[in-house]
């Protein structure tokens, strides 16, 4: 409890009878239930076809079938993707900083570049930014430590990622604390990863539940009645863009008519012919029939209009963007409605989504990544330095007038390094100092003086 002093600030009270701080936990996030049964408890998943593991096929399929729902995993992942990337010294010592930053192969921010690593058979970030990212698909993405001692010092040389297919069973902690995964054993038993030796990337993860939710969840009922919508569609093209062949038997002779046998025979003969006609009957180049005397081949349409598949159809696509806050990318369609200014507050929430979501992807780096760096080589006391991304939907490309006016102001001064970007932002040739030219201002002569006018 806190109370104010004589002076009007804060001070701790005495601690009450039987108010001591827990330092031990009563209750629990998982019941440790091994099966099945924890998966689904855990998860609250409802549908038992989205229960894990068969909801990854279903994930699989939405995302490699589907045009719009591959369009809007690209809108979210591709800004993450692109945006720079760099480690943040955030008051760490030099060495240390230049480690994290070659480990990575980011630049430091403010500094550039440091001299990479060897980068064939060491750790990419672009690769790895791009499979933690799964974590939208899947609901989550796991990797494995590996690293090697160079100097005395160690360095990370991969995460190696762990595809969620491959893992068999998520370990949590009575606390809800991630104890280890293991993987489906290739020859044997399973194989045991240790939280020690991981770096896990969990989507709306809740409580114990270390599988997370799919960012495709929500899309998924759209999803699958778009799927029966389509198959509607293309059934309905397939038997009306024809017409249904309909087929007229001939008139029976009269030397069959007065045996009743014959006559029997003849009409199941001339059904059965007739029906192989119609079925086998396709449109093409070389299409046609050959029907008996007196009998009829027709093609006959759909009587009224058939249904309109393409609403829904477009409504349900804008439902699945909706559900991923990528309103916008149905704007300028055939149904569209709103302006460009309403577009421009729908990217507004969508890009701070991808803000919000860089910095979960940042987070779990620094701590399982950055941090378990410097704990190997300096110990748990050594400042870490930090990896942060730019902030996505702020940038602003600088013109040449712009950049001049900011050197005319004394905002920025002309140095090497801006020269080198500015003439490779704007395709100049490189600076060749053979043939550099002192620049020299040119002052205008006085002009001469006026005649004086004689008294």
Not at 106 to 132: C, D, M, N, Q
Not at 140 to 166: A, M, T
Not at 273 to 290: D, T
Request: some cysteine; overall charge negative; aromatic content about 8%.
């Amino acid at each position: 409890m806190l109370q104010l002093n004589e002076q009007g600030l804060f001070q701790p009270s005495a601690v009450v009878p039987g108010s001591r701080p827990a330092t031990v936990e009563r209750g629990y996030q998982s019941n440790q239930l091994p099966g099945w049964g924890a998966f689904l408890d855990e998860s609250n998943e409802t549908n038992a076809e989205l229960a894990w593991p068969f909801a990854l096929e279903i994930w699989d399929r939405m995302r490699r079938e589907d045009p719009q729902v591959a369009s809007v995993l690209r809108a979210v992942t591709t800004p993450i993707r692109r945006t720079p990337w760099m480690i943040d010294p955030a008051g760490a010592r030099g060495p240390v900083v230049e480690h994290i930053a070659r480990n990575l192969g980011l630049p430091i921010k403010g500094y550039g570049r440091v001299r990479a690593l060897r980068t064939r058979g060491r750790f990419s970030f672009e690769e790895h930014l791009r499979h933690a990212l799964l974590q939208l698909v899947y609901g989550h993405s796991y990797f494995e430590q590996v690293c090697f001692i160079d100097g005395g010092l160690v360095n990370l040389r991969k995460l190696g990622w762990r595809p969620p297919r491959s893992i068999s069973r998520v370990v949590v902690a009575r606390d809800g604390g991630l104890e280890a995964i293991e993987q489906h054993g290739v020859t044997g038993a399973d194989i045991r990863i240790p939280v020690t030796r991981l770096v896990g990337y969990v989507n709306d993860r809740e409580g114990a539940n270390w599988l997370g939710m799919s960012l495709l969840r929500t899309a998924y009922k759209m999803w699958l009645l778009k799927d029966r919508g389509l198959r509607t569609q293309a059934l309905t093209l397939e038997r009306n863009g024809l017409g249904v062949p309909v087929y007229e038997g001939a008139e029976m002779p009269e030397s069959v008519a007065k045996s009743p046998t014959e006559r029997d025979n003849w009409q199941k003969s001339e059904r059965d012919a007739g029906l192989k006609v119609a079925k086998e009957f396709r449109a093409g180049e070389g299409a046609g029939a050959s029907i008996p005397h007196s009998a009829n081949l027709t093609l006959k349409g759909v009587d009224g209009r058939l249904p309109d598949t393409d609403k829904p159809i477009r409504y349900y696509d804008e439902q699945i963007a909706r559900s991923m806050l990528a309103n916008f990318l149905n704007l300028g369609g055939d149904s569209s409605k709103g302006s460009y200014a309403l577009g421009a507050t729908f990217e507004d929430f969508f890009t701070g989504s991808l803000n919000a979501l860089s910095l979960q992807v940042a987070d779990v780096m620094q701590q399982h990544v950055v941090e378990d760096l410097v704990d190997w080589n300096w110990g748990e006391s050594e400042p870490a330095p930090r990896i942060v991304a730019a902030v996505i939907g702020e940038d602003e490309a600088i013109t040449p007038d712009g950049l001049g006016r900011l050197i005319e102001a004394g905002v920025v001064i002309p140095d090497a390094v801006l020269e080198e970007a500015t003439r490779s932002r704007y395709r100049l040739p490189a600076k060749d100092t053979r043939t550099e030219r002192v620049a020299v201002t040119l002052i205008p002569a006085e002009a001469p003086a006026a005649p004086e006018e004689e008294a």
